[in-house]
């Protein structure tokens, strides 16, 4: 028995590979330094998508069809009742894809993934006692949800940064999310209902749910020079250092360096973000520092999350709602591993060690 399935290979896949010795992520043959910054969200659903939902489409037929996805399922927000209204963003986006029908063909596909991009930024403006804004099926996806979030159109630069994050985080190997997803599609459940236990894996604080933290702790920091004896007291306390280590990479997680230098290509005008980039640099340093003399025998560096709080709120989404984001960026590798496993794989079902008492002989 291996305690949380550690070093445990479950799957074969084609879709992605976490080298955590190299610190090196690769999608489908690609690596993660020539996508991020480089393909758009589009680009990459139809690569992970590529061969596994029957039909062939160009990139153009799929970010049209995805589009008109997005308008149809905005009639599930006014579902929206005022129970509903009282949960968190994620649960909110959840309870509506709830709504939608199963299936496993390209539709539902591209439905799925339009839903947690138009039910998140509705959910957000519904809470604060606005109204949601209509998707506009011409825009890509990111620079429609970004229009959708702020009722205004979003600049180059955001739709660029929004772009590099869900390419960034579009698919990451057998992590607990994208396993439920596939534990699902192995019953042959349609895609819904694995896309429905992928988000509840997700909002885990152990998984998607840990970057508000980060900002919590940057914000507590405040100056520079504050930073080494604020961590040294956080771990002092018995704290961890949110946004360092990783179950996987032993050295440098590189989807940290993508959105950083996301982060810096979108706030280079603006002094207040560069001052907040130079604080969590000077964060990150210093914490990398203590970690190593605290911890010699365990490599622990900077993960996602670090930069990922950075560039969301850069975007304007709040800190409530970056685990829905994740989900966003994220879907289209459930939906991927979905079918895979559908496709290639075996129900999956192992089995437990029984440690219960054994039933009194009979006399
Ligand atoms: N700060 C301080 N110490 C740490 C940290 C940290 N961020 N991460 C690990 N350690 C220490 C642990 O205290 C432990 O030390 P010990 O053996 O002396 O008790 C040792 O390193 C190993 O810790 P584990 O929990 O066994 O390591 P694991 O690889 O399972 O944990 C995790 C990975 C959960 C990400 C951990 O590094 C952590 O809690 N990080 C902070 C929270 C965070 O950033 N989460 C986002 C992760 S990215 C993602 O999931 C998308």
Do not use: C
């Amino acid at each position: 028995m291996k305690n949380g399935l550690e070093d445990v290979v479950a799957a074969e896949t084609q879709l992605s590979h976490v080298d955590g010795e190299a610190g090196q992520l690769i999608i489908r043959g690609v690596s993660l330094d020539h996508l991020a910054g480089h393909a758009s969200y589009e680009d990459v659903v139809a690569l992970l998508f590529g061969g596994l939902l029957g039909q062939a489409y160009d990139r153009a037929e799929l970010a049209r069809r995805l589009g008109e996805m997005r308008a149809e399922v905005f009639a599930h927000v006014g579902a929206v009742d005022g129970p509903l209204l009282e949960l968190p963003p994620v649960d909110i986006m959840r309870a509506l894809i709830a709504r939608l029908p199963d299936g496993d063909d390209l539709d539902t596909a591209l439905r799925l993934l339009a839903a947690p991009a138009v039910f998140l930024p509705a959910a957000l403006r519904l809470k604060l006692g606005e109204a949601p804004v209509a998707p506009k099926p011409a825009l890509s996806h990111s620079a429609d949800i970004l229009a959708m979030l702020g009722d205004r159109m979003p600049s180059k630069q955001e739709v660029a940064a929004l772009d590099a994050y869900l390419v960034t985080i579009s698919d990451h190997g057998l992590n607990a999310s994208t396993f439920a997803s596939r534990v699902v599609a192995s019953t042959k459940a349609g895609l819904t209902s694995s896309v429905l236990a992928a988000i509840g894996a997700l909002k885990g604080p152990l998984h998607g749910g840990a970057p508000g933290p980060v900002l919590d702790m940057l914000e507590a920091i405040g100056t520079a020079e504050n930073a080494e004896a604020w961590l040294l007291d956080a771990l002092d306390h018995g704290e961890r250092l949110m946004g360092f280590g990783h179950r996987v990479y032993r050295v440098r997680d590189p989807r940290a360096d993508a959105l950083k230098g996301a982060l810096k290509r979108l706030t280079t005008a603006d002094p207040a973000s560069h001052h907040r980039i130079q604080l969590a640099e000077a964060v990150e340093q210093s914490a990398l520092a203590i970690l190593k003399a605290r911890k010699p025998d365990r490599p622990l560096d900077v993960n996602v999350e670090f930069y990922t709080a950075l560039l969301l709120d850069a975007l304007s989404f709040p800190r409530e709602a970056f685990t829905g984001v994740f989900a966003i960026g994220r879907t289209v590798g459930w939906i991927a591993h979905a079918r895979e496993q559908a496709l290639e794989g075996r129900l999956i079902r192992p089995r437990s060690l029984y440690v219960g008492p054994l039933p009194q002989q009979a006399a």
